[in-house]
């Protein structure tokens, strides 16, 4: 039955309405800017059909989310619209002309950008993740498993894309790092990819990273905290319409992948696979639900397709030996037009699954206040995850056969945080004349509630931003991190500093 409810799924997919973009295009960094400016222009009500859920989007699709935007900026006489629209415009001006149908099908730019980065880091890396083999330098998350060593460190990241025939498209993001602990620098692909358009439906490989869920400082099931995965994916990149009384569940995405993790670990070489679907009911209304298994690798018991999907859909296999570690999550957002866009959102996460529905519970939950005064200049953002399954002692991204964790290159795959913790996230955002924004957060986290000793965090940013010429824009922040009972040990009180300066440049 499981098996039968998958190819329905696909089969609806296939016969979707394309609804929107389908050329093939470069998937957007996640770290980039333009998430939460597209994030406060539909705070300012000009866009009602992103899906937040479900990230990266691609320059098309964030192009087409501009477009939205631009075709209700009438009924928005807000200054920081017109800003927002134009810095967008700027940077999506070729994805926005292909839309309207104002430029050529194929083209190859072996230079589309270039970032540079320096970094200061003063302070080791927290061991405490959920004892699995994971570790964190507190202040440095959800950047791609990118690892700055304690002192002075510098980054190079260029980007590059070409497109065939409207429907092969190729990128890649080459990066060269040079740490002050070590005189030489080493080059890697931090990512890149080759897709091919099918209709709606997009089919690629290569190193991604995938954000699934609601939360913005981190999400449950996966975010981009860890190394980029070597991926086989399949997904709808610009929600579709399906056919039939399917069209009820509004704009629909849909996101598949398949990989394998790295040799060093205690299974070595185990597949790790996931499914997400997220929809819009309603234009106030998104849901979504995420599925992660990792199974199989050196010295465990093999699984076939038939078993996977099982697994994979929401049912344990039946006897015998625990053959996965699964996790999964539902998650909604809920917008409240008339209190000023204000935004509720949140995700409920289990390790494991009994009597048809998630066990072992963990929960995000948050709001997201995007016009604090008449000018909407201002946001507001308050977080709260809770990854301590109290009673039970350390299970989030833990288990008994991979005991390394849910984890990749020693980094968690889902928050960062790691398991048995809890934290408290506050962000206030500005964007201001001039092409200046700035934004200041603290974040409050414990980690340890199984243990006598809990270890905790204090941890205040500022990060400020100017787009200084239509092709350059400069980034910095600046972050703090008072440690109290590092390692869980009494009286082990510690400070660390981080800083970013971060120059991005556009050809």
């Known amino acids: 039955m499981k098996k039968w409810i998958v190819l329905l799924a696909a089969l609806m ?49 964030a192009a087409r989310l501009t477009a939205a935007a631009r075709r209700s900026h009438s009924a928005s006489r807000l200054p920081v619209a017109a800003e927002l629209l134009r810095d967008l415009e700027r940077e999506l001006g070729s994805e926005l002309d292909e839309l309207g149908g104002r430029v050529g099908v194929d083209y190859f730019q072996p230079l589309r950008g270039a970032s540079l980065t320096h970094a200061w880091r003063d ?42 025939w409207r429907r092969l498209h190729f990128s890649a993001r080459p990066l060269f790092a040079i740490q002050e602990e070590g005189t030489d620098g080493n080059w890697r692909l931090l990512d890149g990819r080759a897709a091919l358009g099918l209709g709606p439906v997009e089919l690629s490989f290569g190193r991604q990273s995938l954000w699934w869920g609601q939360g913005r400082n981190g999400t449950l099931v996966l975010s981009n905290n860890a190394k980029p995965l070597d991926m086989l994916r399949i997904t709808n990149p610009s929600p579709v319409l399906l056919p039939w009384v399917f069209k009820y569940l ?24 996931g499914m997400r679907l997220n929809f819009k009911p309603l234009p106030w209304l998104e849901i979504g639900g995420s599925r992660a298994v990792m199974f199989g690798g050196e010295g465990r018991p093999g699984i076939d397709l038939s078993e996977f999907v099982t697994i994979l859909v929401g049912k344990n296999l039946e006897g015998g030996e625990d053959t996965s570690n699964q996790l999964a999550a539902l998650d909604a957002r809920l917008t409240l037009p008339f209190l000023g866009n204000a935004e509720l959102y949140g ?11 998630i066990a072992k519970k963990a929960w995000l939950a948050g709001v997201y206040l995007p016009q604090l005064e008449p000018s909407g200049r201002l946001a507001l953002r308050v977080e709260h995850t809770n990854l301590a399954y109290e009673g039970h002692g350390p299970v989030w991204y833990r288990h008994s056969q991979y005991r390394s964790g849910y984890t990749y290159e020693r980094k968690i795959l889902g928050h960062h945080l790691g398991g048995d913790s809890r934290s408290w996230y506050g962000e206030l955002s500005a964007y201001l004349p001039g092409g200046l924004s700035a934004a200041l957060d603290l ?57 970013l300066l971060t120059l991005d440049y556009r050809l």
């Open 250 to 273: 509004g704009p629909l995405r849909f996101d598949m992948f398949w990989s394998e993790l790295e040799s060093a670990r205690e299974v070595p070489n185990p597949y790790f696979a």
């Open 123 to 164: 302070g080791g890396d927290s061991t405490t993740a959920n004892r699995t083999n994971a570790t964190q330098f507190a202040l440095d998350t959800n950047r791609q498993g990118l690892n700055f060593s304690e002192g002075h460190n510098a980054q190079l990241i260029f980007e590059s894309e070409a497109r065939l």
């Open 443 to 499: 974040d409050y986290q414990t980690r340890g509630y199984s243990d006598p000793i809990r270890e905790s965090h204090l941890q205040p940013g500022l990060s400020l931003a100017w787009q200084a010429t239509d092709s350059l824009r400069l980034s910095g922040r600046y972050a703090f991190d008072r440690v109290r009972n590092r390692g869980n040990l009494s009286g082990q009180n510690e400070t660390h500093h981080f800083s």
């Open 347 to 357: 995700e409920l996460g289990g390790e494991d699954e009994a009597g048809g529905f």
């Open 13 to 61: 997919l296939a016969l979707a309405s394309p609804g929107f973009a389908a050329s093939v295009s470069a998937p957007l960094p996640l770290d980039s800017w333009v998430y939460p400016a597209l994030d406060k222009l539909e705070g300012l009500g000009l866009i009602d059909s992103s899906l937040k859920g479900s990230r990266p989007y691609t320059r098309l699709e």
